[in-house]
């Protein structure tokens, strides 16, 4: 089965670049009725490749501890082939209007990405518990490291009533925080903390947009599918216990200051009435059209959960995470961006950032027994902790920059970063999870492609 995902995976890749190299002859005259087709269709197909490597001169054991997504030490990896089909909604008129979006990713980035909002063990109670099956066995549990991901699957209508109600209903990407998943909408190869454990990454249930005017968006929705408060939450388990989601979004009339706030609530699982809840805020700021300054902060709750880690064994406790980053970024010409950002993060009850994060997120319960295909789960620490983080890295736009003919190489983006991370423990012994260190430092390159 895993074998054929792949050859299906890499048909439809071939079948994608093949339909834009198609599609960019003007003269082929089937080229130009399938372009027709998908104009009149309004049906976009597309993605990107996006991987890179990160060196790392104290890390011995293959993982940059904590950190995520960008967590493969000292080696290569491939972190994101993207594939997605799009139709877009038309959000003004009068008449009703419909689309959707359906997006299908392999690489590294996957097992972070997948609807594991049920855990293997219950967070309140400890007992094993059976996965969602949504994209959680798709491919290569064998390899430790790739993975399939189907991130994105919904439906979306625009109502027209009043100035227009957008409405979303499925799985997709959480509308809260400023980082994101996908690799072209984030600035840095690495991820802050609070995008790692801080905030979900995707829901299932229903979101509607609606805005009031040309400053004001409201978003409402409920979510489901989740034991972890409507968190990664899928299809087929947890279906009994319904999230609320909520927020809005205030844009200065000259469109260079935005406020965002947003949260979730309810019941953590079917299983248990404790609350998780989080909310978060991003200010974002144009100091001028070529400098852009950042705001965010996070604050979440989860209830009742079973601690066990360094400090607390067994012992059942309210979990609090909150975070404060400020993002910088300038453009130094057309084609290259340099960009800071600077973050400090407490995980109070060392209930959220296990390290290596990886080991933990690939736990399964296999025949009433949890084993981890990425790693040995007894080598998964954890305990009350500030966690500190400086970033500092370029954007060039290589194939602009050095007037390269190719088309399809036109958008690719490099980026050379420089991240250092730093751990204290809170009212323990001290934790070293960077391979027996308080603290790391990480040079890291990575390549971004759209098509």
């Not at 189907?150 to 109600?165: D, K, R, S």
């Not at 979510?223 to 947890?238: F, M």
């Not at 200010?283 to 009742?304: D, E």
């Amino acid at each position: 089965m895993q074998c054929n995902l792949l050859k299906y995976a890499i048909r439809l890749l071939f079948a994608i670049a093949s339909t834009v190299v198609f599609t960019m002859q003007p003269s082929n005259l089937y080229a130009n009725s399938f372009r027709n087709v998908l104009n009149s269709s309004r049906l976009e197909f597309g993605g990107w490749v996006h991987g890179g490597a990160t060196f790392n001169p104290s890390q011995s054991n293959g993982f940059n501890g904590p950190v995520i997504f960008a967590d493969q030490a000292n080696r290569f990896q491939l972190n994101q082939l993207n594939l997605f089909m799009l139709r877009s909604v038309r959000t003004i008129g009068n008449t009703f209007d419909w689309g959707g979006r359906f997006d299908f990713m392999f690489g590294t980035d996957a097992i972070f990405t997948q609807a594991f909002g049920t855990p293997t063990f219950d967070v309140n109670s400890g007992e094993l518990l059976k996965r969602s099956n949504w994209d959680l066995d798709l491919c290569c549990s064998s390899s430790k490291t790739y993975g399939i991901a189907l991130p994105q699957a919904y439906l979306e209508t625009f109502v027209p009533i009043g100035n227009g109600f957008n409405v979303k209903l499925g799985h997709f990407y959480t509308p809260t925080g400023f980082e994101t998943v996908p690799a072209p909408d984030n600035f840095f190869y690495t991820r802050a903390y609070t995008l790692n454990v801080g905030e979900p990454f995707t829901h299932t249930g229903m979101l509607a947009n609606y805005n009031f005017n040309s400053n004001w968006t409201v978003l409402a929705g409920t979510l489901t599918g989740s034991a972890n408060g409507g968190w990664d939450g899928g299809w087929d388990k947890q279906l009994g216990n319904w999230s609320g989601i909520a927020g809005f979004t205030w844009n200065s009339n000259n469109k260079a200051t935005s406020l965002h706030f947003s949260g979730t609530y309810g019941e953590t699982s079917t299983r248990s009435s404790e609350i998780w809840a989080f909310y978060n805020i991003v200010f974002q700021h144009r100091i001028t059209p070529k400098t852009l300054f950042v705001l965010h902060h996070v604050y979440g709750y989860a209830g009742g959960v079973l601690l066990n880690n360094l400090k607390y064994t067994n012992v059942i406790k309210d979990a609090e995470w909150m975070s404060a980053i400020a993002h910088l970024y300038y453009d130094l010409t057309e084609n290259v961006s340099v960009g800071f950002r600077g973050e400090w993060y407490r995980d109070d009850a060392g209930f959220r950032n296990p390290s290596p994060f990886r080991i933990a997120a690939a736990a399964n319960n296999v025949n009433g027994t949890a084993i981890s295909y990425a790693g040995n789960l007894s080598s998964v620490t954890a305990t009350p902790a500030d966690y500190y983080a400086a970033t500092i890295g370029l954007n060039w736009r290589i194939a602009r920059s050095l007037r390269l003919k190719w088309d399809w190489l036109k958008k690719l983006n490099l980026r050379p970063n420089i991240r250092y991370d730093r751990v204290d423990a809170l009212d323990a012994p001290a934790y070293r999870p960077f391979a027996g260190n308080k603290d790391q430092i990480l040079f890291s390159l990575d390549f971004m492609l759209p098509f």
